[in-house]
């Protein structure tokens, strides 16, 4: 595989780290609209640019990553767009469960970051990038200590956090979890020594 580069996002990126994201969890967007474009112009303009990190190649955004804090989440509410693409019901529904994904307050100290909405395109996935773009941050930021959630069935993603060296700290169980076929999720915590 030809060298990807790591770097910090732009807003010329929105698009392409929506849609990145939308193809990334699509099993998770489902249930909203099998149109993975569309679930990306809907989330597109409540995407905070200044969190993400991206992994380019050949100038096609091929993963992406947010780093976060107690002051403020990746990604924002976009009702008006939630309708527009979704139509009314659930275009509510997207709202509910994005509230409850993306607002959230992170209730840990303002030296902790927070990676979130960390996916790679699929035609990328297991060469490394989601490792690069991590350690990436861990590099660059100064926090002293991240944390970071994955499903309970994501193997290869824990798998590449672990070797990364975080270690879990905590589990909850997952509301809806028939609904979006995982029991739990797994909190998992690097600190910086």
């Given amino acids: 595989m030809k060298n990807f580069v790591i770097r910090k996002a732009t807003e010329e990126d929105r698009f392409q780290i929506s849609l990145v994201i939308a193809y990334g969890f699509e099993k998770d967007f489902a249930f909203l609209n099998k149109d993975m474009n569309k679930i990306a112009k809907a989330i597109q303009n409540g995407i905070h640019i200044d969190k993400f990190y991206v992994a380019v190649l050949e100038d096609a955004i091929i993963g992406v990553t947010a780093c976060t804090d107690c002051y403020g989440r990746a990604i924002d509410i976009d009702k008006k767009a939630y309708r527009k693409y979704f139509g009314i019901i659930k275009g509510l529904i997207a709202t509910k469960v994005m509230k409850e994904e993306f607002m959230k307050p992170l209730n840990y100290s303002e030296t ?26 861990l590099k660059n930021l100064k926090y002293n200590e991240y944390v970071l959630d994955v499903t309970d069935i994501n193997n290869s993603a824990i798998r590449c956090y672990e070797k990364i060296g975080f270690e879990e700290f905590e589990r909850i169980k997952e509301k809806y979890g028939k609904q979006k076929g995982f029991n739990e999720k797994k909190y998992m915590k690097y600190k910086k020594y």
Avoid: L, P
């Fill in 112 to 137: 902790t970051g927070y990676i979130e909405c960390a996916t790679v395109d699929i035609s990328h996935r297991r060469k490394g990038i989601a490792e690069a773009m991590i350690n990436y941050i």
